[in-house]
């Protein structure tokens, strides 16, 4: 048996990015103790990269704007797929939670008269970003930190204890959300630089790991995005949302390939930058689908009239949401007429001043600067598609942030699934993270409370095996039995690169069904592979363990994207089939829903090439009349099924 030190809480938050210490923010505020755990350094949290800025109809910047035009450009960017409840939910809220934030201590950029500033962002109708010039993230997670410290101070007055009620366990990853019967009891983790397990009990837990973007080669997520929360929920026994849907923003870094896929953000052409292919060509204004017809300018002249007066003029194509302009940047490129490494021209110098580009767009001046040796005030970025984020994910009740199917887990932010639908609008991931992270710690704490005399039990025969299959990378080799028995370990490394060229190239921005049977086929491969990922060494600080477990997260994931995209014969928002090139109004309402094949929460470890994901349609629930009496009847029509449009 053995040993493992416990630590009881009310609520543990996995993830420090914005939606879990909003969570976690929010769960201390409401009086349940509460553990944030994190694999990174606190403060290093995705959330940190975050650039544009916060979708919020605020109305700073166009006195038209309110919930109703945020909701309906989210519903139109997520194309009709997203869980419209919290589509309405998130277009209410994240007012708030931005003024929230400000009064936490959060400096925004303002307008001339003193208010918050608001930028353009491609799919939504009016500026409504609030930003930080393009460092928002960091503004917006120094500010969560801030507050998490300004509650412990309080929580040292009245206990002596700056930890009792709210405590961050910082480089520290779990492996395992453990359960007592179908009821959540705690998770078990390991310490990155000691490699010691540690468990801790609560009748709450909230996922908040954020994306996946690591199981593709091209990304411009970083290292923690192995897909561990939606692995977690799985193994948990919860289902996945839509997980095919992934979205390839369309400008990352092409060049050197040190850097190919790190983000160009949107706001360089939020703030008036152009895209135009090898021959000089604006080429977006051939890619406006019949759908976005009416609200996209026709013209150069009436796209670059719209920056100064937008309430008479339709808004430049290089603003239409981010997966038709990834799509047209992929046919250009396809088309022979790219930039000399494989991208297409990204173009603010002829459009700004060049002390108004580096106010403006700073982080961006000296990433090319630094990494590339280009001047963006003086020269074209050479820009191309790079994997950036996860619309599918853990299924929760838009409510409360419930996790379906698995009493005491919630689940915030990227790793959740539904707000977004097939695709994200910029600025809208920063929103979903404050909004959903604060109603999954509220609910979180409600749980918790309602149990507090009868708390869920970790059973030790649970931590046991949760400690063996963490061990088992320092003794990998085949199991008994199994055909590769007593064959050599396998090196973490090396699977990872397969798999992360696999989905690259097989499951990536257009898809073949051909291909995803491919990658299936190698998929089950690397399973079985994956299985003696072994490691030398000791416990300490070992980053080959860390991947070798990483590997598990990251094989189910990719095994949920590929079966889903492969099932979905229709091409929608982040989600694009060379064999089936248009959306098809019959899957509107449908979702796609992954679970574990082994219920018990195993990994059919006896037969790994038979998969380890079973693969459900469901149909979703019918939009209400009042949000549906928002769009225009032929908008409608163009999205929603037969039976639909009847009702
Ligand atoms: P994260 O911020 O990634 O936090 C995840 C946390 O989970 C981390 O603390 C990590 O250490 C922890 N974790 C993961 N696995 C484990 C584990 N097994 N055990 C313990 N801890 C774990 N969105 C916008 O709305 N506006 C923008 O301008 C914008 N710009 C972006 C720019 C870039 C370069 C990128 C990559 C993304 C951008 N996004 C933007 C998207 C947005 O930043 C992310 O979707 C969002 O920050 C995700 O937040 P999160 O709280 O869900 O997860």
Same mark, same amino acid.
């Given at each position: 048996m053995s040993v493992v030190e416990r630590q009881e809480w009310d609520v543990v938050v996995i993830g420090a990015g914005g939606a879990g210490l909003r969570a976690a923010i929010e769960a201390r505020e409401r009086g349940a103790r509460t553990a944030v755990i994190c694999k990174s350094l606190f403060g290093k949290a995705h959330t940190v990269m975050a650039e544009g800025g916060i979708a919020a109809a605020m109305a700073n910047a166009n006195e038209h704007d309110n919930w109703q035009v945020h909701f309906r450009d989210t519903m139109r960017g997520g194309k009709f797929l997203n869980q419209w409840r919290m589509a309405e939910l998130h277009a209410q809220e994240a007012p708030d939670r931005v003024w929230e934030l400000e009064t936490w201590g959060a400096l925004f950029d303002r307008t001339k008269d003193g208010r918050i500033s608001q930028r353009n962002f491609g799919g939504h109708e009016y500026p409504r970003l609030a930003h930080v010039g393009d460092r928002t993230g960091l503004e917006l997670i120094r500010t969560l930190q801030q507050k998490i410290v300004a509650l412990q101070q309080e929580d040292k007055k009245e206990t002596g204890d700056y930890e009792s009620r709210l405590k961050v366990y910082q480089e520290c990853t779990v492996t395992r959300v453990l359960k007592d019967g179908s009821r959540v009891s705690g998770v078990f983790a390991y310490e990155r630089e000691t490699g010691r397990f540690f468990v801790l009990e609560a009748p709450s837990v909230v996922?908040?790991?954020?994306?996946? =973007?690591?199981?593709?080669?091209?990304?411009?997520?970083?290292?923690?995005? #192995?897909?561990?929360? !939606?692995?977690?929920? +799985?193994?948990?026994? *919860?289902?996945?949302?839509?997980?095919?849907?992934?979205?390839? !923003? &369309? #400008?990352?870094?092409?060049?050197?390939?040190?850097?190919? /896929?790190?983000l160009v953000t949107e706001s360089v052409r939020g703030d008036g930058g152009v895209l135009r292919n090898s021959e000089g060509k604006r080429f977006m204004f051939d890619y406006i689908p019949d759908v976005f017809k009416e609200k996209y300018a026709e013209s150069e002249e009436e796209g670059d009239r719209w920056y100064e007066d937008p309430d008479n003029n339709r808004r430049p194509p290089e603003l239409l949401p981010r997966d038709e302009v990834a799509r047209a940047i992929n046919s250009e490129v396809k088309a022979g007429r790219g930039s000399p490494h494989g991208g297409v021209f990204l173009d603010v110098s002829t459009r700004m001043p060049a002390d108004v580009?580096?106010?403006?767009? &700073?982080?961006?001046? !000296?990433?090319?600067?630094?990494?590339?040796?280009?001047?963006?005030?003086?020269?074209?970025?050479?820009?191309?598609?790079t994997c950036h984020y996860v619309m599918g994910g853990i299924a929760v009740e838009s409510e409360t942030a419930a996790a379906r199917g698995v009493p005491g887990l919630f689940a915030a932010g990227e790793v959740a699934g539904g707000m977004h639908g097939s695709n994200r609008l910029g600025g809208n991931s920063l929103s979903d993270l404050l909004v959903f992270g604060r109603r999954a710690g509220w609910h979180a704490a409600e749980h918790a409370a309602a149990r507090a005399f009868e708390r869920p039990e970790v059973s030790d025969l649970e931590i046991d095996t949760a400690a063996a299959e963490a061990l088992r990378p320092f003794s990998a080799e085949g199991p008994p039995g199994a055909e590769d028995e007593g064959r050599p370990p396998e090196n973490p490394y090396t699977l990872h690169q397969e798999l992360q060229q696999a989905m690259n190239d097989l499951v990536g921005i257009i898809r073949r069904e051909a291909e995803m049977?491919?990658?299936?086929?190698?998929?089950?491969?690397?399973?079985?592979?994956?299985?003696?990922?072994?490691?030398?060494?000791?416990?300490?600080?070992?980053?080959?363990?860390?991947?070798?477990?990483?590997?598990?997260?990251? +094989? +189910?994931?990719?095994?949920?994207?590929?079966?889903?995209?492969?099932?979905?014969?229709?091409?929608?928002?982040? !989600?694009?089939?060379?064999?089936?090139?248009?959306?098809?109004?019959?899957?509107?309402?449908?979702?796609?829903?992954?679970?574990? *094949?082994?219920?018990? =929460?195993? +990994?059919?470890?006896?037969?790994?090439?038979? /998969?380890?994901?079973?693969?459900?349609?469901?149909?979703?629930?019918?939009?209400?009349?009042?949000?549906?009496?928002?769009?225009d009847k032929e908008e409608l029509v163009k999205y929603l099924a037969e039976e639909e449009l009847y009702q």
């Open positions: 996922i908040a790991t954020g994306g996946i =973007g690591k199981s593709f080669k091209v990304t411009s997520n970083s290292w923690e995005y #192995t897909g561990d929360g !939606h692995a977690l929920a +799985l193994l948990a026994g *919860a289902p996945l949302l839509n997980m095919e849907f992934v979205q390839f !923003h &369309p #400008t990352g870094m092409v060049w050197p390939p040190s850097v190919k /896929g790190i580009i580096r106010r403006r767009l &700073p982080s961006m001046y !000296h990433q090319f600067k630094e990494l590339a040796d280009v001047d963006i005030t003086a020269e074209a970025m050479e820009v191309g598609p049977e491919r990658a299936l086929e190698k998929l089950a491969d690397l399973r079985v592979r994956a299985r003696r990922a072994g490691v030398e060494g000791h416990r300490q600080f070992n980053p080959g363990w860390h991947l070798a477990l990483d590997l598990r997260n990251m +094989l +189910l994931v990719s095994e949920c994207v590929a079966r889903a995209a492969l099932e979905r014969t229709e091409s929608r928002g982040g !989600h694009t089939r060379e064999d089936h090139p248009t959306m098809d109004r019959r899957w509107r309402n449908i979702n796609l829903l992954c679970r574990l *094949a082994d219920p018990t =929460g195993g +990994l059919a470890a006896t037969d790994p090439e038979r /998969g380890q994901i079973d693969l459900a349609r469901e149909t979703t629930d019918p939009v209400r009349q009042d949000l549906l009496a928002l769009f």
